[in-house]
């Protein structure tokens, strides 16, 4: 009989280890779900997204808290676990019901206070913390309730802690795999949600049964007594010595999540995509590591002597790691970006393999991490009668530890100290509160500890020989290995940087992806963005800007007879960034009195403002980066904030989408806004204008306006300065659109396809490009009103379409990198049409010049200078066309009038130095290098020609220092190395 009680008692353990797996499954389900539900509401910002998840968490430490204590008073454990997992599913299954009166009643109370951060931050919290109390309070509740039915003694505590906490975290993990990679892309958030909950309550039953069936199990009571070990073999320790392990393990909560936050900051500037895979893969990996660490020491926890001994070592442990990590980082992003020009093809095979090294790089100091909350527990718990409490205290500290650590880093660290700082200082915190409690543990002798404490000051100090500095990370943020950074900025909500190129392009980085540049195609669709809705529009007062990027557009919106442009930034580091650096660009726009930036998720203030707008224009992050605002729900939201007449302009990008991604877009705003006009810019990149009511386009209206110097001067800069050449930008509306798409299905809130997309080219996609040119029929003149005033000829119209038409057609040809003589051709018909168009002719000079047709090139260039005599680059490429012909003389002309206009074409001034150098002027050279170093430190051929000339004028160790920079920028330059042997030997 008792061999057949402890077989039942065996299968029942079994039976609720599988459970608790699947109960640590669903509870991050609910997290990612729930965040992402709430992010609709409270937007996607960090504020709105710590807000939310410090709710949960506190949730949790307070479930932990309240049913540990519950339980030692609780006749049945099991009883006690089945109606948390019961009440767990059933609010999880009304969730989408309780969701929407949720919304309603947060919207309806915050519509009574003004728009404030503050205000808007403790609404958040205080609605979210009421509304997930109760399933945040059960889900905590649960790991001291089962480890009050699973532990029956202190002698077996920390093995079967340990194995809870890693059964747990191994289902959370699944869970956190299933709802990142598969089930919402696949099913949706509603279903996965309640998919869920089933779980949660099938739990319940099987609890139930097992409680019923199975046999009630005495606690063994051990008595609490006072020698150093008591009868079951439980080392006791001093009321210090427990104290300050529960002090090490808050402060170590508090670390866990600080690198969390950090490295997700570091790595998100070497990822790929960025997306929701990448996220979901950090989070991955600090649950995988929780449990392997848990798992690993309860084989031993429940043997070893000198608990608080341990618990330093790995504190101390995981501060050296850390630091450790900091040089493997760099190393990770440099091999990523040696193998990004072989990702084509699969993306299993290739995001695998990234997420796979992101995955693994966090694993080991995660790992120690997930060993400290058995021995902890351990060392805390000394008293059978206490175990549900004292376990609740330990997860409740663990988890208030994780709040502050995630809060302090993202708010704190990294905006005033930088990611590497920020990992240092964190590193330091493990190094001193592992010290700490080493040294006050009572089993090792004083000088054994001073010993240990400084081999490990000597390891830490060894380490930090070999972090790289923070500038290093900062060059992870430039698109080209030369550029040079002009603004750098480590915010709360995101590292925004602004690298600007050789020939002075400027781009907008965030997180080390470019969202925008002030290069000629980018700021033609920036200014569409702006210009199309005011133009279109018959009488506009106030507009809505929804990211204010490179500023450009805001400019574009602010004209004389608009009262106000609001614009919505969730990005703070943004706004300063676009004045700092960018404010040639955009007039300072963030400084004109009509002008109104506001910090905020651009849905979620829509939400909460009653303010109705005459033009409403969502800019441009890429759909998969910033997926909550090209929803078809989103754009419900613009179209109710709309005047009667109002208008919405929406960017969409042709790049790093299928084409059927690229048609759910479309087809999620046109069916909110039915008439809709497609139109262009840079040749690929689609703008929506969406009304409520057909779009019928006033001539002379539309006229009049261009002819106002601020509008005509914008758009003459990107050859669209009379009516016929703006409109060549249409593509077509209504019928014709509607077509297109077909019966594609929507981009949802609930469905979000393009979110979760694996189209991995980041290249514009040749088929989307082809559609937009089949769709291109030249209707814009269906739109028009007659116009007695203004006589505009049909085959204007059709002249400067046709042209643009074929502009469209020369960059397909151009992406596809074939069929040479038919792009010229193209280019060469769309000059013909459009002879004055500087892209045009600008692009068939960069063709032709890349196949050695210099003079006809050199034809091209000498016309665009004509037609933009201002414009320094112009000079500047009609002089490197020079420089290849060996025309001397013409070339030094065209360097140097470029020069006058902008001093810093860092190109130009590098030619010169050339030119000198191949005249003998060789100190003349030199002067015109190290300028070009001053202004692009990053650019290496500068460094290696001016070694070379300090090689010729024997001054050794300036050429050596030069040899070693590029070096230091290029560690592969073979040229540099052979001539560095060669000094060094001579």
Request: with cysteine; glycine share 6%; charged share 15%.
């Amino acid at each position: 009989m008792g061999r057949f009680a402890l077989t039942s008692d065996k299968k029942r353990r079994s039976i609720l280890l599988i459970v608790f797996f699947f109960s640590g499954a669903t509870a991050l389900v609910y997290q990612l779900a729930w965040i992402r539900m709430f992010g609709f509401v409270f937007g996607v910002s960090v504020f709105a997204i710590s807000t939310v998840l410090t709710a949960f968490m506190t949730g949790l430490a307070l479930g932990n808290y309240l049913f540990g204590r519950l339980v030692d008073t609780s006749k049945n454990a099991l009883t006690l676990f089945a109606f948390l997992q019961l009440g767990i599913g059933s609010f999880a299954l009304t969730f989408p019901f309780t969701f929407k009166a949720f919304e309603f009643f947060y919207l309806s109370f915050h519509q009574l206070f003004p728009t404030s951060f503050y205000i808007s931050s403790l609404i958040r919290f205080v609605f979210s913390f009421f509304f997930l109390l109760i399933p945040t309070t059960l889900m905590g509740g649960t790991l001291p309730v089962l480890t009050k039915y699973f532990v029956k003694n202190l002698g077996n505590l920390g093995h079967n802690v340990g194995t809870l906490y890693s059964v747990n975290n191994l289902g959370a993990f699944i869970g956190c795999f299933a709802a990142g990679f598969l089930l919402v892309q696949m099913w949706g958030t509603t279903e996965t949600i309640v998919l869920a909950a089933v779980i949660n309550i099938i739990i319940a039953f099987v609890v139930f049964y097992i409680h019923t069936k199975g046999t009630k199990g005495k606690i063994e009571k051990v008595p609490l007594v006072s020698e150093n070990i008591d009868k079951s073999g439980q080392t006791t320790y001093s009321g210090f010595i427990v104290k300050l392990a529960l002090w090490v393990f808050v402060v170590e909560g508090f670390t866990t999540l600080s690198y969390e936050v950090i490295w997700t900051r570091i790595l998100v500037g070497f990822s790929f995509d960025k997306s929701v895979y990448f996220t979901s893969t950090v989070i991955l990996s600090f649950i995988f590591g929780l449990s392997v660490g848990s798992w690993l020491v309860s084989f031993f926890v429940d043997r070893h002597k000198n608990l608080p001994a341990l618990l330093g070592w790995i504190e101390m442990g995981i501060g050296l790691v850390a630091i450790a990590l900091l040089p493997v980082f760099s190393k990770i992003g440099a091999y990523l970006e040696s193998v990004r020009p072989l990702y084509v093809g699969s993306w299993l095979f290739h995001m695998g393999r990234e997420y796979f090294i992101f995955f693994i790089v966090m694993l080991f100091p995660v790992i120690l991490m997930g060993a400290t909350f058995p021995i902890v527990s351990k060392i805390y718990t000394q008293h059978i009668n206490q175990l549900g409490t004292r376990i609740g205290v330990v997860g409740a500290l663990d988890t208030v530890g994780s709040i502050f650590g995630s809060f302090v880093a993202g708010f704190i660290f990294i905006p005033f100290l930088g990611v590497v700082n920020a990992v240092l200082l964190t590193a330091a915190i493990n190094l001193a509160i592992g010290f700490i409690i080493f040294f006050f543990q009572p089993y090792m002798r004083k000088t054994s500890k001073i010993i240990v404490g400084l081999t490990i000051l000597v390891c830490a100090v060894f380490l930090l020989r070999t972090v790289p500095g923070k500038a290093y990370f900062q060059t992870w943020l430039t698109s080209q290995p030369e550029d040079r950074l002009i603004f750098y900025k480590e915010g709360t909500a995101a590292t925004v940087s602004i690298p600007q190129h050789l020939d002075g392009t400027k781009a907008l980085s965030i997180n080390g992806a470019i969202s925008g540049e002030a290069s000629p195609g980018d700021l033609e669709v920036h200014r569409l963005e702006g210009y199309l809705p005011y133009l279109l529009h018959d009488n506009p007062e106030n507009a809505l800007l929804i990211g204010l990027g490179t500023g450009v557009t805001a400019n574009c919106l602010i004209q004389s007879d608009m009262k106000y442009v609001e614009c919505v930034e969730i990005c703070p580091e943004v706004v300063e960034a676009a004045e700092h650096s960018l404010g040639e660009e955009n007039s300072h726009v963030v400084k004109n009195q009509k002008f109104t930036g506001i910090i905020e998720d651009g849905r979620s203030f829509l939400l909460i403002t009653e303010v109705k707008y005459d033009i409403i224009t969502s800019s441009g992050i890429h759909p998969r980066m910033s997926p909550t605002i090209y929803t078809s729900e989103f754009y419900q939201i613009c179209r109710d904030h709309l005047t009667e007449n109002g208008v919405m302009c929406k960017w969409f990008p042709s790049n790093w989408l299928s084409t059927d991604e690229f048609k759910m877009l479309l087809k999620s705003f046109i069916d909110v806004f039915p008439y809709s006009s497609l139109w262009v810019g840079n040749a690929s990149q689609a703008i929506l204008i969406g009304k409520t009511e057909p779009l019928v386009i006033n001539l002379d209206m539309l006229s009049r306006k261009m002819k106002r110097d601020k509008i005509f001067h914008d758009l003459a800069a990107s050859g669209m300065e009379t009516p016929s050449k703006l409109l060549a930008k249409f593509i077509c509306h209504d019928d014709s659109l509607t077509k297109y798409l077909g019966d594609v299905s929507v981009n949802s809130d609930d469905n979000p396809a393009v979110e979760y997309s694996r189209y991995m080219n980041k290249a514009r996609n040749p088929e989307i490009i082809r559609d937009l040119i089949d769709l291109k029929h030249g209707q814009s003149h269906l739109l028009m009103q007659k116009s007695d005033s203004l006589m505009i000829a049909h085959d204007e119209f059709e002249r400067y379409w046709r042209a643009e038409k074929y502009f469209m057609i020369a960059n397909i040809i151009n992406f596809t990198g074939d069929r040479l003589p038919d792009m010229l051709n193209a280019l060469n018909r769309a000059i013909e049409l459009d002879s004055t168009n500087i892209r045009y002719r600008e692009s068939l000079a960069i063709i032709l010049y890349k196949n050695a047709k210099y003079q006809e090139a050199l034809a091209h260039m000498l016309r665009i200078i004509e037609l933009q005599p201002d414009c320094g680059p112009h000079y500047e490429n009609a002089g490197r066309i020079y420089f290849d012909i060996q025309d001397k003389n013409r070339a030094f002309d065209m360097f140097r009038r470029a020069l006058q206009i902008n001093p810093e074409l860092a190109l130009s001034r590098y030619y010169l130095a050339l030119l000198y150098a191949s005249e003998n002027k060789l100190n003349r050279s030199i002067a015109e290098l190290k300028k070009v170093i001053e202004l692009y430190p990053r650019f290496i051929s500068a460094h290696f020609d001016l070694g070379v000339l300090y090689s010729s004028l024997n001054n050794i160790e300036s050429a050596k220092a030069c040899f070693n920079k590029c070096l230091e920028i290029q560690p592969d330059h073979e040229q540099a190395k052979k001539l560095l042997r060669q000094l060094k030997s001579s």
